[in-house]
């Protein structure tokens, strides 16, 4: 069994979250660096709500910001689509 990678991701009021990693990854031709992660929260469906960021470096830090470029979105999605099309089959 693979190890839950976990990271803590501190808000805006100081308040810190643990939340479990399920992939991170960058475009090579962009150079960007993304994450999804979980806070293992169900919608009424009962389907895991995860969340997808930009990972920004600064130094040593790294600070997640928000994908507000459709284009970069579109490449997620397409990107979270082959995933879910490999772990089907």
Do not use: C, P
Not at 21 to 36: A, G, P, W
Not at 47 to 76: C, K
């Amino acid at each position: 069994m693979d190890e839950k990678k976990i990271m803590s991701i501190v808000s805006e009021d100081g308040s810190i979250d643990e939340v479990e990693v399920i992939l991170s990854f960058e475009f090579k031709d962009t150079q960007k660096e993304y994450v999804i992660y979980t806070k293992n929260e169900k919608d009424e469906n009962g389907n895991v709500t995860i969340y997808v960021a930009s990972v920004i470096r600064n130094g040593d830090e790294q600070h997640l910001g928000a994908i507000e470029d459709e284009t970069e979105w579109n490449r997620i999605k397409d990107l979270l689509r082959e995933l879910s099309k490999t772990e089907t089959e």
